[in-house]
């Protein structure tokens, strides 16, 4: 009987056109998704800076070709009340510090004071002020209940709040009685239009109605290399430790400085140590500082300006309160005490 060939087999069925593409697309994309997917697992919570200039370099040694010079640092120059700037914030938006009391503030878009959009810094020409800072509600919530536990007393006090932008920390001071406080910030515009306006809505106006306030405000701009010529400065810090204090005296320098935000940058680190040790009153002088742990993108942070004080030895560090709400990078607030021997 003769017999039939095994049957041959079936051969697979060939993908429609489409198919393979499809495939091809798909696996040649693969590499891409997964260093994607590696990528994201160690992205920090809190957003990146933005800059008008993505090109800027910082110089932090990343191999980033040079850009072009910074241009020079603006006058160091007192800003008068009387100078409000047309382009004032109108609308006021109440800040809940808690049950009894609410700090009100305005809101100025950036393009029209700097003429850029959706920028939170522009090197040399715009340090960020207009934005209200996570840091800057910390640290009035800090001094509130340091206040409450009678930890801190503010009446009377002389008060500077460093790189002051809406300035909610020195008002805050302001409405708890302190006898003096200054306001800095790089930008002068940045104090003409929201500084001096939110100035005015909440401790002027707090003063009309016969409530206690400050009995003297000050407006300075400038950077912290040069800004020390125009604040109260005694060098108390410096007087300390070469035992000259004697020639100095007469100068009180300030009880508390207030800084939310500013250690941002790495490489302003050392001028804003420098002006916090020349114009901190000595014995009793304490800073408070706001701010993330880490700032991406331009090196900074908490723990870069904590490691500074304490290579340094001229102040103690108490770490107050770590914030953790998903809304940014970790936050902190702490508090350096001038280092009495």
Same mark, same amino acid.
């Given at each position: ?19 393979? %593409?499809? =495939? ?26 933005? +800059? ?47 049950? @009894?009391?609410? $700090? ?6 950036? @393009? ?52 002051? !932008?809406?300035?909610?920390? &020195? $008002? ?15 930008? %002068? ?11 005015? %809505? ?69 001028? =804003?140590?420098? =002006? ?8 009793? *002088?304490?800073?408070?500082? %706001?701010?993330?742990?880490?700032? +991406?993108?331009? *090196? &900074? ?11 340094? !030895? ?11 709400? !998903? ?15």
């Amino acid at each position: 009987i003769p017999t039939r060939p095994p049957p041959s087999p079936i051969p697979p069925p060939r993908p429609s056109r489409r198919r393979e %593409a499809y =495939l091809s697309a798909t696996y040649a994309e693969l590499p891409h998704a997964m260093e994607k997917t590696e990528a994201k697992k160690p992205t920090p919570a809190s957003p990146l800076f933005s +800059f008008s200039n993505p090109s800027a370099s910082f110089g932090f040694g990343f191999g980033a070709a040079p850009g072009p010079p910074p241009p020079p640092l603006p006058p160091a120059v007192e800003v008068l009340l009387s100078e409000e700037s047309p382009v004032a914030a109108g609308n006021l938006e109440p800040v809940v510090v808690d049950d @009894s009391l609410s $700090i009100y503030k305005g809101r100025v878009n950036t @393009s029209d004071v700097f003429g850029v959009k959706n920028s939170d810094l522009v090197p040399g020409k715009y340090e960020g002020g207009l934005k209200l800072w996570e840091g800057s509600l910390d640290l009035v919530k800090t001094l509130n209940s340091d206040i409450k536990d009678d930890r801190l007393l503010m009446e009377g006090k002389h008060v500077l709040e460093l790189g002051c !932008g809406h300035g909610l920390p &020195g $008002i805050y001071a302001g409405l708890k009685g302190a006898g003096l406080v200054h306001f800095q910030d790089f930008n %002068a515009e940045v104090l003409r239009c929201l500084t001096i306006p939110n100035v005015k %809505a909440n401790l002027l106006k707090k003063s009309s109605q016969g409530t206690s306030t400050s009995r003297s405000i000050g407006f300075y701009a400038g950077d912290w290399s040069e800004i020390d010529k125009l604040l109260l400065c005694g060098d108390a810090v410096q007087d300390k430790i070469t035992n000259l204090r004697t020639e100095n005296e007469g100068y009180r320098g300030y009880d508390i400085i207030l800084m939310a935000e500013t250690v941002y940058a790495l490489d302003s680190l050392p001028s =804003l140590y420098r =002006l916090v040790k020349k114009c901190l009153h000595y014995p009793s *002088g304490v800073v408070y500082m %706001a701010g993330k742990k880490h700032y +991406f993108g331009v *090196g &900074g942070g908490t723990r870069q300006f904590l490691r500074l004080v304490r290579e340094d !030895g001229a102040m103690q560090s108490d770490l107050l309160a770590e914030v953790t709400d !998903g809304s940014s990078n970790v936050r902190e607030v702490a508090a350096f005490p001038l280092e009495l021997q």
